[in-house]
Structures are given as C-alpha cells and as structure tokens.
C-alpha cells in the first residue's frame, strides 16, 4: 500500500499542477510523485505539498479496511 495513490488525489494533484502553471508556479522540469497519503509511503510527498499546494487526503491503510 506504500504507493496506492486514490482517485480523487490523483485529480487533486492534477489540478494543483493545472493551477500552478496557470498562476506560473510550477516549476520548469518538475517531477513529482503522485501517491496518497498513506501510512507507509516510501516517496516523498513533501515538496509536491510546498511546491504545488498538493494536498492528498486518502490512505490505504485506512480505504482497505
């Protein structure tokens, strides 16, 4: 479950990205990790949170039950 990554996280973190370069925020060549927020999650999500606003709200851990 360390990279599971929600649907509803995977269209915030589009839309981050989306509002991030429409307001010229996102930085040239950025790559992130795109995952939930999960217990064990072995990336960081860190920077995509300080660098995009990303914001996940799900995790496996949790979601399964």
């Known amino acids: ?4 990554c929600h649907q509803e996280d995977a269209a915030r973190f589009v839309n ?8 010229d ?6 790559h992130y990790y795109v995952i939930s927020n999960n217990t064990y999650n072995i990336f960081d999500i860190e920077t995509p949170r300080r660098e995009i ?10 979601f399964y039950q």
């Open 53 to 62: 606003g990303y914001q996940p709200t799900h995790d496996a851990e949790t």
């Open 25 to 30: 925020n996102l930085r040239s060549g950025a």
């Open 1 to 4: 479950f360390s990279v599971w």
């Open 16 to 23: 981050a990205c989306y509002q991030s370069s429409v307001n």
